[in-house]
């Protein structure tokens, strides 16, 4: 079974987006890359309000 990882995307508390990298590539007109630095734990410990923050969706 293949499945893809989705990520939501947040601005400070506000949630923006539900996607996978690809989408939200897309979506905000940025690298795969980005979002997924979007993710790491050093974005997300600099992050206040004013970073996007992507956290992963845990699937089973």
Known sequence: MSCKVVYAVYKGDKFLDLGTVEELS???KVK???VWFWATSVNKRRAKKKRKIAIKI???
Do not use: A, G, H, N
């Open 58 to 60: 845990e699937e089973d």
């Open 26 to 28: 897309k979506k905000f």
């Open 32 to 34: 795969k890359e980005t």
